[in-house]
């Protein structure tokens, strides 16, 4: 039978909170993290956005790194989620352990800083011009943590981090690793902010997906890790959950929207369930990608029509409380999905008031408790990307 | 207008990387979109900027672009009812 | 049980023409462009408007190699990338600073996601199958492959996966490596890149895409024996880690008739090769690659193509020999890159 990978250790940090414990605290009291910026430096201040409150000095300080280091946001952030769900595990770092960490723009925070000085021949920050690439931000974290084996970044845009769960996963299904720490991160940039903006999908409200009156996403930042461990070692070990199917399909319909009835996002849904070895039925809740877009809301909520037909599982969008974090969102919602099976409920989709007159469909809008099993958490992005994980509860 | 007619395919030509055309291949009531052009929803976002840029005209709703951008003709009539330079 | 994988169509855009092997192109700077085939035979003129270099490279090597296979839409399309789009991600942040954040267009934004090769193959084929893209540094189509190798490992009933790598160059994004050390200085000819004893390399753009199938096709290059990927190598571990690779496919050295180097010239990282060179593989072909295209994140495609082509053809051209030993029949190449002393990876491939 189909057991799933399980997975011993999670880390997150987010708009919410800078560990599990406080994004759980956050969730439960409906606290956002939607504000204004104070920390990304941009022109377009009524943008609302999700940041986390924090310096990187300070980051850095917590991760005790020596002055002159060249960890991005991104990296900083990571590492700290990492940090959390490797203690969590208890794991020792080893041969057999791999990283997979999915990023969209890694450190763009460190190129937009430092662009004009690198074109005017300046090297006085040389260390940071491999730093736009994404798997620079990766290095720095597998440097951090010591890991020397397997290390890969997955740049999917906004399913990323989804997208390097399920690699784990694979890997160790496919017996090519012992444990893996997979996930993702993204910082907030004015790269990001000005491309989404140039894209005319930001609100300059909290966001209200689900709802008939939303305008668009706010951006968020964030990190989130999961450890995934092969059976064989686990030794009795605490299991928080079990990753226990995934898929991955494409639009293929528009280089950044999805397409009317949501067929890429179907066919991962559909993909899913059946690497899962489940039926539709079965799900008991979704966690939906749910940006607050016109467009992946409605194209989101045909696809979840068209799989569950008559009977629609409880599902909401925890974008309000985080904002799109990018590429860590798959990872983020993973970790809420995996709190939503341990602590048996759901957490809120904020701010919807109406349904969407061409579905109908309503969100879970209060804490809900409720006898959960298999959870779907839902990631699409730019290119047509859609992936969709299933988290079983452990049946000890 | 005629000059407002031949200053915007130039324009559309530009921004919009039509490498191989000139502005004699544009009909003023041709269809920007769909069977005509062939324009899509990320040209439409660049006219959109191209509306603020040149002819201080800022919309707010990509949705609102759609009629606006039928053809040369009604972005012409568009920018001359609307233009703030 | 582990299926057989088969190379049965490979492509390859770079620096180099690729009917002219014998007679290499000769740059005499440290950065150099790929030579471009005509992209409208690929792409509709509509959709190549507004695509930068690294898009329609991408696009191209993938359509040649599906042309090859005949295949018209792959169980999985999976890309790697290093660098990804860095035309469109210079041109937007260009735009954005000097503009000080207004009036910015997205279009450039769109196109600057690393996967936006990976989608608009998708998007030209239609294909709505598997689809995700790889970004590790020179570890990034390797990535790929690896993922590759696991879909057939699984029982997931893929049959034939279109996988490749691409990178491209940019003015200033690629201009940046003169600061930080990772370009030569001073007089350069890429054909002596391995004369040279200095810091350093060269660096160039390209695509090469390739379809791996469990069905073996009549044009079938090669089999795709096995992949290995680790962050970080030790110099004094290097052998024993590729010792340990070929122990795990039950090959002794003796087995491998050449080897395949990642050689760039930088003599701050070369010696990771040289140590392969003047023990394990003392004796062995020594073959290198990236004098003639250049050190890209990427650049490996180009190994893989080209072993590709000596264990269909059993010759070998005379331009890549680092050493003059002459091998008898070609059955087994392994194929080792890094890049800064990171991101190792080695690649068998054996003949049909």
New interface residues.
């Given amino acids: 039978m189909n057991k799933g990978v399980a997975v011993t250790g999670m880390g997150i940090i987010s708009a919410i909170g800078n560990n599990i414990e406080e994004n759980y605290r956050s969730l439960l009291a409906s606290n956002s993290g939607i504000g204004c910026s104070e920390f990304l430096k941009t022109t377009h201040t009524n943008i609302p956005v999700a940041e986390i409150k924090i310096a990187n000095e300070t980051l850095s300080k917590h991760l005790n790194l020596s002055k002159n280091h060249s960890f991005t946001r991104a990296a900083l952030l990571g590492s700290l989620a990492a940090k959390e769900a490797i203690e969590q595990a208890g794991i020792k770092i080893d041969d057999e352990t791999g990283f997979i960490s999915g990023t969209s723009v890694g450190g763009m925070d460190a190129t937009e800083n430092h662009f004009k000085e690198f074109v005017a021949g300046k090297a006085d920050n040389k260390r940071f011009i491999r730093s736009q690439h994404p798997g620079f931000t990766t290095e720095k974290m597998a440097e951090y943590f010591g890991i020397t084996g397997f290390v890969s970044t997955i740049s999917t845009a906004c399913s990323s981090g989804a997208n390097a769960i399920m690699l784990g996963a694979r890997m160790i299904k496919a017996g090519k690793l012992k444990r893996v720490i997979v996930g993702g991160t993204d910082c907030l940039t004015k790269f990001t902010l000005n491309g989404f903006n140039a894209l005319m999908i930001l609100s300059n409200n909290p966001c209200r997906a689900f709802d008939e009156h939303r305008n668009g996403l706010n951006l968020g930042e964030g990190a989130a890790y999961l450890v995934l461990e092969a059976e064989d070692i686990l030794n009795g070990k605490p299991v928080l959950g079990r990753l226990k199917g995934y898929g991955n399909a494409n639009d293929a319909f528009h280089q950044t929207a999805s397409s009317e009835n949501g067929e890429g996002a179907y066919l991962a849904m559909q993909e899913a369930i059946k690497s899962a070895g489940i039926t539709p039925g079965e799900i008991d809740y979704i966690n939906a990608h749910g940006t607050a877009t016109k467009n992946n809301d409605l194209s989101e909520s045909r696809a979840i029509q068209r799989i569950f037909e008559a009977g629609i599982p409880d599902f909401s969008s925890t974008k309000a409380f985080t904002g799109h974090s990018l590429a860590a969102a798959g990872a983020l919602e993973a970790v809420y999905s995996l709190l939503s099976l341990s602590k048996q409920e759901i957490y809120p989709n904020l701010n919807f008031s109406q349904a969407m007159p061409e579905t109908g469909l309503k969100p879970v809008t209060e804490v809900k408790q409720k006898k959960l099993n298999l959870v779907l958490s839902n990631s699409f992005g730019f290119g047509g990307n859609c992936t969709s994980l299933i988290f079983a509860k452990d049946e000890a | 207008m005629k000059n407002l007619q031949a200053e915007l395919k130039e324009s559309i030509i530009e921004q919009l990387n039509l490498e191989d055309m000139e502005p004699g291949d544009i009909k003023n009531d041709e269809a920007l979109f769909g069977d005509g052009l062939g324009l899509d929803s990320i040209d439409a976002l660049e006219l959109i900027v191209l509306l603020e840029k040149d002819y201080g005209i800022k919309l707010t709703d990509p949705a609102q672009s759609r009629e606006i951008f039928k053809s040369v003709n009604s972005m012409a009539e568009f920018i001359e009812a609307n233009r703030t330079k | 049980m582990k299926p057989k994988i088969y190379i049965n169509s490979i492509s390859s855009i770079t620096a180099q023409s690729r009917d002219k092997e014998e007679s290499p192109v000769s740059y005499y700077k440290s950065i150099f462009p790929a030579i471009s085939p005509n992209y409208k035979d690929y792409i509709k003129?509509?959709t190549l408007?507004?695509m930068s270099k690294a898009i329609k490279m991408g696009i191209s090597a993938a359509k040649m190699a599906l042309q090859e296979a005949e295949i018209e839409n792959p169980d999985a399309?999976i890309t790697g990338t290093?660098?990804?789009c860095k035309q469109d991600?210079e041109k937007?942040?260009?735009n954005?600073?000097d503009q000080?954040?207004?009036?910015?267009?997205?279009?450039s934004?769109?196109?600057?996601?690393?996967?936006?090769v990976?989608?608009?193959i998708?998007?030209n084929?239609?294909?709505?199958?598997?689809?995700?893209?790889?970004?590790?540094?020179s570890?990034?189509l390797e990535?790929a492959l690896?993922?590759t190798y696991?879909q057939f490992?699984?029982t997931s009933g893929k049959k034939s996966v279109l996988v490749g790598g691409v990178d491209e160059l940019s003015e200033?994004?690629t201009g940046?490596?003169n600061?930080?050390g990772q370009l030569k200085t001073g007089k350069i000819h890429n054909l002596d890149l391995f004369k040279e004893a200095s810091a350093g390399t060269i660096t160039s753009e390209g695509a090469h895409f390739f379809i791996l199938s469990t069905e073996k096709s009549g044009n079938c290059y090669a089999e795709f024996k096995d992949i290995s990927?680790?962050?970080?190598?030790e110099p004094e571990q290097i052998n024993a880690e590729v010792e340990n690779f070929l122990h795990k496919n039950n090959l002794g050295i003796d087995a491998i008739d050449a080897i395949v180097l990642g050689k760039n010239g930088d003599n701050r990282y070369d010696y990771y090769y040289s140590i392969l060179q003047d023990s394990l593989f003392k004796n062995t072909l020594q073959l290198g690659y990236k004098h003639l295209v250049g050190d890209y994140?990427t650049a490996s495609g180009f190994a893989v193509y080209l072993a590709c082509k000596i264990l269909k053809s059993g010759s070998i051209s005379s331009v890549m020999k680092l050493n003059t030993l002459r091998p008898g029949k070609i059955k087994n190449i392994l194929i080792y890159n890094q890049y800064l002393g990171?991101?190792h990876s080695l690649i068998l491939l054996s003949a049909v």
């Fill in positions: 003129p509509m408007r507004r399309i290093g660098e990804g991600t937007f942040l260009e954005l600073i000080d954040e207004q009036l910015v267009t997205p279009t934004f769109i196109q600057s996601t690393h996967n936006t990976g989608g608009q998708a998007l084929l239609g294909c709505k199958n598997y689809n995700l893209t790889y970004t590790q540094n570890a990034s990535s690896f993922d696991l490992l699984e200033k994004i940046f490596r600061l930080d990927i680790k962050n970080s190598i994140d990171s991101d």
